[in-house]
């Protein structure tokens, strides 16, 4: 497994290296010592599995407050899925820039998003599962979210918007208050 930094400082693509021979493929999906890079040895406190249903939908953008920002390594294991990170880092050269990842389970591709970055995808083919694993426990009182369509963000959906959850309609828009987390 290898690390491609991306334009955002501490946003990874991790390139998933798979063996196949005429009974299938293997690989190997997580090893800590590959991924300090990205990880800086935080270790995962919990898993997360993930079904979405229709093409054009849209979870995100998800995040937690610190004490308990995350870390989290997201991989596609069937399907595929536009990945977004939208970096909310006070003071960080690419505040409120996102960058996406094509999330492929045939490439078997995966991408770490660090703490102080809101996380969102939009599935496009049916049935896509995803795999989190996350450096912090999920902190209800401590959530925070992005709305998908905020302008201050701008994130290019490749398809049109089929399904969001209520929650994720709700998320405000950012305004000029808000000057980005601390973590």
Not at 23 to 31: D, E, I, Q, V, W
Not at 42 to 59: C, E, K, L, M
Not at 159 to 164: A, E, I, K, P, R
Request: aromatic residues 8%; charged residues 25%.
């Amino acid at each position: 497994m290898h690390l491609d930094p991306t334009p955002i400082a501490g946003v990874f693509e991790a390139q998933t290296d798979v063996r196949s021979d005429p009974r299938g493929r293997f690989a190997r999906l997580f090893c800590q010592s590959d991924l300090d890079a990205a990880q800086r040895a935080r270790p995962i406190v919990q898993i997360n599995h993930s079904i979405t249903r229709s093409v054009g939908a849209i979870r995100g953008l998800h995040f937690q407050h610190p004490p308990a920002a995350e870390g989290k390594w997201v991989r596609c294991l069937k399907g595929r899925v536009f990945d977004v990170a939208v970096d909310l880092r006070r003071g960080s050269p690419t505040f409120l820039r996102w960058h996406a990842v094509a999330l492929d389970s045939a490439r078997m591709n995966a991408i770490f998003i660090p703490e102080g970055c809101a996380h969102g995808f939009q599935v496009l083919e049916a049935e896509s599962e995803l795999l989190y694993l996350h450096t912090a426990p999920y902190t209800p009182a401590l959530e925070g979210g992005v709305r998908f369509d905020d302008p201050r963000v701008g994130v290019a959906w490749p398809l049109g918007v089929t399904d969001v959850s209520e929650r994720d309609r709700l998320h405000p828009l950012l305004d000029d208050r808000f000057g980005g987390l601390t973590v």
